[in-house]
């Protein structure tokens, strides 16, 4: 019985360590999300606004600066070390950014046309590195 409890016993506290060691590491990379979620409100401002069909040119120009102020940001937020196919992908998104940006869409289907590979950038890289 004193041996079942003691087993009981260590494995409730390792359970708890491993989720306090869990919650430490995770909470020493802030940047990184960080900078996601910087870039996921600019990015969802746009999506709304498209919803809305209320599309105003100086406030998608707004977000849009953002989004590429911020996209410069990624790799300083992973301080561990990036590989280059992320590298590639931040790449590709700045290009995107800085194409629709150049774009100055005015409507809401120039700015829909101009947010979607920005879209599909974002997606295709959060299914390899999420």
Do not use: W
Request: glycine share 6%; with cysteine; hydrophobic share 45%.
């Amino acid at each position: 019985m004193r041996a079942a409890l003691l087993i009981v016993l260590g494995l409730v506290i390792g359970v708890i360590g491993t989720v306090v060691g869990l919650n430490a590491q995770r909470q020493q990379q802030p940047m990184s999300h960080a900078v996601m979620a910087v870039m996921a409100h600019h990015a969802g401002a746009l999506s709304q606004s498209m919803k809305n069909r209320q599309c105003d040119a100086a406030q998608t120009q707004q977000h849009l600066t953002r989004l590429l102020q911020t996209s410069a940001d990624i790799k300083d937020a992973f301080p561990g070390g990036v590989d280059q196919p992320f590298l590639d992908e931040i790449a590709k998104l700045q290009a995107t950014t800085e194409a629709a940006l150049k774009a100055a869409p005015a409507d809401c289907a120039a700015l829909a046309s101009a947010f979607k590979p920005i879209g599909e950038t974002c997606q295709s890289c959060h299914q390899q590195y999420r």
